[in-house]
């Protein structure tokens, strides 16, 4: 393992950077040329078929056989004219990556060759639906399941050096209707938080027909060279280090933070950028991270559904474009130990149809009451439904991260700025729910609110530890994790929002009912939220130990590890929630839970087998030879006559490895034995949070005693890539 070691650095050292050349100097030329947009579609189509199709997108029409038949016709036509030889429906399974499965356009008719693409083809797939996760919903006999054609996100071509396929976004459901992917559930949740915004929007501004969630989703990732990568099994097989001390310099002189960009990142960079581009992917953004080889890159806000589209595409798209230049793209939360880990930053926002952004402020104090009413329901909705939210960030990998001083903690709280806390304070004393307010005291708080903008201009800050951050005209859910499909916090998120958009137009209306002005009436319901919701909010720093202690106070949870925490996936509130709003019915949510505890239990369970594999086979055969060197220059300093102090070091290194390695034996022999006690475990959530508690405590363990090794066995014998090696890209 040595030798590999020392061949893959010669061979990461040696890289030069690749040349890439773009398309043209304007992104403008080619930016969406390999998608089936509405430009395209708008050339390609009939102006009735193009307003059927138009119809479709913007309000879910359905698209009849006819309007299907051209729409097939005129993308085959164009996605051949790309050079495409294939079609596939892309979906996302509950393996939290994409699936395609390559259909050629090529058919026989009476034995003649032709390229075909009909509207079934185009509208319908069946691939088999027990090989994907499924919580029991699909046995092994029973494989029926459908990919549907989704509209609303279009059609784009996937290009390789092989040859390009044409790719239609797609859910994916059971053959008996239950929804076995990401998208469905979350094109249900957008479709609860339209019709519930667009109520509430009736109050203020009668234009207003659609509200569309928008969202930002930055992207952080590590590269390393791929000769390190594939040298390191541990990365291989889990995508994070399981072993590994923490280099002499790490990332505390904050120098790689938005440093210079390495000239290899750098033409990596540009090339993905590229492909994303010709997708119609708007990367905005690319600097340098906190930690050393770590990335960011972050595009222009779009529609919530393309927006989730578009990162499960570019996650793949960088993974490709890497290889081109020897490079692997780690997206596992905290590849490193010590350094931080990476997030996916969802930056979430509603828009209406008459292009206002529900939560900007506005010059009136009608507009300004407008953002006051969504801004505070969306506060009261992830105060009643904080564990649920919690939940939707929950993965074995995003454990390494929450609270580790780089990411928020796994207590759920949000933070609006000193003074939007305040704008709150004084409604919530100006406002008493009992007494009639006076036209004095309207006119009073109508004025304060006309003052909103001039507060948000320039004193809205960040809060880095804060998992639910106000940061100006959005949201920013800092907690999902790098790896993750956003498609499940944001339908959790656009859920619970729709939820309470509801219940408070319920509320309002009540009053209005009862004699009360439609201004007065928003103002007492916003005030019992305001007082209501108040625990959720917290302005500090949400890294130190004071935090956790008066969170504890105020009866927030903090719930650290994924199997106890998705218990609120399955509690009675979000069950009812879930039915109410049409997002899925109990099966479906039950099987989910179980799906996701059986994610999070082969993960631990391999993390496990690697970190035995590694101990037993590399790191304790390479310790003992070294050992055995260092007692035969012992005994051979004592035959010469030298017992003084180079002997007397000697034999306490030979004592403290040789205690080391026995305990790391005993250790891994130990853990064996509980992953098979937790293996008999047929209650797959009762599994899980065995393998937390029982197996994965032995991973900690033996890492400090290898890591240990690692600084006390001579640099030239240690089998795997360290990290000063690995962090550093050249």
């Given at each position: 393992m040595a030798t590999i070691r020392f061949k893959a650095l010669e061979t990461a050292s040696a890289r030069t950077s690749r040349t890439v050349k773009p398309p043209s100097e304007k992104i403008s030329d080619y930016f969406g040329t390999h998608v089936f947009s509405r430009n395209t579609m708008q050339k390609t189509l009939s102006k009735e078929i193009y307003n059927h199709m138009v119809a479709a997108i913007d309000s879910g029409h359905q698209i009849d056989r006819k309007t299907a038949e051209q729409v097939a016709a005129a993308m085959r036509t164009w996605a051949m004219s790309k050079g495409c030889t294939h079609y596939t429906h892309w979906f996302q399974p509950l393996t939290g990556t994409t699936a395609e499965k390559h259909d050629a356009f090529f058919?026989?008719?009476?034995?003649?060759?032709?390229?075909?693409?009909?509207?079934?083809?185009?509208?319908?797939?069946?691939?088999?639906?027990?090989?994907?996760?499924?919580?029991?919903?699909?046995?092994?006999?029973?494989?029926?399941?459908?990919?549907?054609?989704?509209?609303?996100?279009?059609?784009?071509?996937?290009?390789?050096?092989?040859?390009?396929?044409?790719?239609?976004?797609?859910?994916?459901?059971?053959?008996?209707?239950?929804?076995?992917?990401?998208?469905?559930?979350?094109?249900?949740?957008?479709?609860?938080?339209?019709?519930?915004a667009v109520d509430v929007c009736q109050y203020f501004d009668k234009n207003v027909t659609k509200v569309q969630p928008t969202l930002g989703i930055e992207q952080e990732y590590f590269l390393i060279d791929t000769a390190l990568y594939q040298a390191r099994p541990d990365l291989m097989m889990t995508g994070r280090t399981l072993l590994g001390h923490a280099a002499a310099k790490g990332q505390q002189l904050e120098d790689h933070y938005f440093g210079s960009i390495p000239s290899r990142v750098y033409a990596f960079m540009v090339e993905f950028e590229i492909e994303a581009f010709k997708l119609g992917i708007p990367l905005k953004t690319r600097h340098n991270e906190v930690a050393p080889s770590q990335f960011e890159c972050a595009p222009i806000f779009e529609e919530i559904n393309l927006a989730v589209d578009h990162n499960q595409l570019l996650m793949d798209l960088m993974d490709k474009i890497a290889a081109r230049h020897h490079f692997k793209v780690l997206l596992h939360e905290k590849p490193y130990a010590g350094i931080n880990g990476s997030g996916k930053h969802n930056n979430w926002s509603l828009g209406t149809n008459t292009g206002k952004n529900l939560l900007s402020p506005g010059s009136t104090p009608k507009s300004n009451l407008q953002f006051l009413t969504f801004f505070i329901n969306t506060i009261k909705a992830v105060h009643d439904h904080a564990d649920l939210l919690r939940a939707s960030i929950a993965s074995a990998s995003n454990d390494h991260r929450l609270g580790a001083n780089e990411a928020p903690p796994a207590i759920m709280s949000i933070f609006l700025g000193q003074q939007l806390s305040n704008v709150l304070d004084d409604l919530e004393k100006k406002v008493r729910t009992k007494d009639k307010m006076t036209p004095e005291q309207k006119t009073d708080l109508k004025l304060n609110i006309a003052k909103i903008p001039e507060i948000l201009l320039d004193n809205t800050d960040r809060n880095r530890t804060s998992p639910f951050a106000f940061t100006g005209n959005k949201f920013e859910f800092r907690a999902v994790g790098s790896s993750a499909n956003s498609s499940h916090a944001m339908m959790v998120l656009n859920t619970i929002v729709a939820n309470q958009l509801t219940i408070f137009k319920a509320e309002v209306d009540k009053l209005i009912e009862k004699g009360q002005g439609k201004d007065e009436a928003i103002f007492k319901v916003l005030h019992d939220y305001i007082v209501d919701s108040k625990k959720i909010r917290f302005e500090g720093n949400g890294y130190g130990d004071e935090w956790k202690r008066e969170a504890k106070k105020r009866g927030l949870s903090n719930v650290t590890t994924t199997p106890p925490a998705l218990d609120a996936l399955v509690s009675k509130t979000s069950l009812a929630l879930f039915e109410k709003m049409q997002i899925f019915t109990h099966r479906e949510a039950e099987a989910r839970h179980e799906i996701l505890l059986e994610d999070y239990t082969k993960k631990i369970q391999i993390e496990s087998r690697v970190i035995g594999d590694l101990s037993l086979n590399h790191i304790i055969p390479t310790t003992l030879r070294y050992q055995t060197m260092l007692i035969e220059n012992v005994e051979g300093l004592h035959d010469i006559g030298l017992k003084g102090i180079y002997s007397k070091t000697q034999i306490e290194l030979i004592k403290e490895i040789s205690e080391r390695v026995t305990r790391i034996k005993t250790n891994v022999d130990a853990m064996v034995e509980a992953r098979k006690k937790a293996n008999v475990i047929e209650n797959a959530r009762t599994r899980a949070i065995a393998y937390c508690d029982k197996v994965k405590p032995f991973m900690d363990i033996i890492r400090d005693d290898v890591d240990h090794l690692e600084l006390m066995v001579d640099d030239e014998v240690w089998p795997l890539p360290k990290y000063r090696e690995i962090t550093n890209v050249r």
């Open positions: 058919d026989l008719s009476d034995g003649s060759p032709i390229e075909t693409f009909s509207s079934n083809a185009l509208v319908q797939q069946e691939p088999d639906a027990s090989s994907f996760p499924n919580g029991g919903i699909r046995n092994t006999f029973e494989a029926r399941g459908y990919t549907a054609w989704d509209p609303s996100s279009p059609a784009f071509i996937m290009e390789s050096t092989a040859g390009k396929t044409l790719c239609i976004p797609t859910i994916f459901v059971s053959y008996t209707g239950e929804t076995l992917d990401y998208k469905a559930p979350l094109l249900k949740a957008l479709h609860a938080i339209d019709k519930a």
